[in-house]
């Protein structure tokens, strides 16, 4: 393996670190309605675990109400029951043709343990990247040892890895600080 496959390797993985951030950020709640909170919500619809809005069609009428309109109305107690059986602290209401989710205002306190929740999935996207590093690193010292690399290439991709290892965290950083301004924003 040469330097140039390892940086690439490395910076796929961080990228993807960065994505799955994305992703978890996205379902989180903040003070307005947003679909992808669902995203993470799976349906048992005839045996098989199935996301939300491969079921229905989801709308957002106003800012603190999404509507859940099912394609197949008999799968509408199944949604009700995964939405309940969620984490999302919102109660469902049912009236026959569709599900209504009404967010209520956050709380001071339910805005500090969302973004508490916020840091948490930071962290784990930098230990990713770190991991990412210290992988990309641990190759590159073998690939010297087996003679594929000189040691000053070794060093320069070093901090290579170094400097991508930087811009990622700084990404990382990044988005959470706009994350926690929207979830303190009332």
Same mark, same amino acid.
């Given at each position: 393996?040469?330097?140039?496959?390892?940086?690439?390797?490395? &910076?796929?993985?961080?990228?993807?670190?960065?994505?799955?951030?994305?992703?978890?950020?996205?379902?989180?709640?903040?003070?307005?309605?947003?679909?992808r909170?669902?995203?993470?919500?799976?349906?048992?619809?005839?045996?098989?675990?199935?996301?939300?809005?491969?079921? =229905?069609?989801?709308?957002?009428p106003? =800012?603190?109400?999404?509507?859940?309109?099912?394609?197949?109305?008999?799968?509408?107690?199944?949604?009700?029951?995964?939405?309940?059986e969620?984490?999302?602290g919102?109660?469902?209401?049912?009236?026959?043709?569709?599900?209504?989710?009404?967010?209520? =205002?956050?709380?001071?306190?339910?805005?500090?343990?969302?973004?508490?929740?916020?840091?948490?999935? =930071? &962290?784990?996207?930098?230990?990713?990247?770190?991991?990412?590093?210290? &992988?990309?690193?641990?190759?590159l010292?073998?690939?010297?040892?087996?003679?594929?690399?000189?040691?000053?290439?070794?060093?320069?991709?070093?901090?290579?890895?170094?400097?991508?290892?930087?811009?990622?965290?700084?990404?990382?950083?990044?988005?959470?600080?706009?994350?926690?301004?929207?979830?303190?924003?009332?």
């Amino acid at each position: 393996m040469d330097v140039d496959e390892i940086l690439l390797t490395a &910076e796929e993985k961080m990228g993807n670190a960065v994505e799955a951030l994305g992703n978890a950020f996205g379902s989180v709640r903040t003070g307005r309605a947003n679909a992808r909170v669902l995203d993470r919500i799976k349906v048992d619809y005839y045996g098989a675990a199935t996301p939300i809005n491969q079921l =229905a069609g989801i709308k957002t009428p106003d =800012a603190r109400l999404l509507v859940i309109e099912p394609w197949d109305k008999s799968s509408l107690k199944a949604i009700e029951k995964a939405i309940m059986e969620s984490d999302l602290g919102v109660t469902p209401s049912n009236d026959g043709m569709c599900i209504r989710l009404p967010f209520p =205002a956050l709380t001071e306190e339910r805005r500090r343990e969302l973004v508490k929740q916020c840091k948490g999935y =930071a &962290e784990d996207a930098r230990v990713s990247v770190r991991n990412a590093r210290r &992988e990309a690193n641990s190759q590159l010292g073998k690939a010297e040892k087996a003679g594929d690399i000189t040691e000053d290439d070794q060093r320069d991709g070093e901090n290579d890895v170094q400097k991508l290892t930087d811009k990622y965290i700084t990404k990382i950083d990044e988005m959470f600080k706009k994350k926690e301004a929207e979830v303190m924003e009332i």
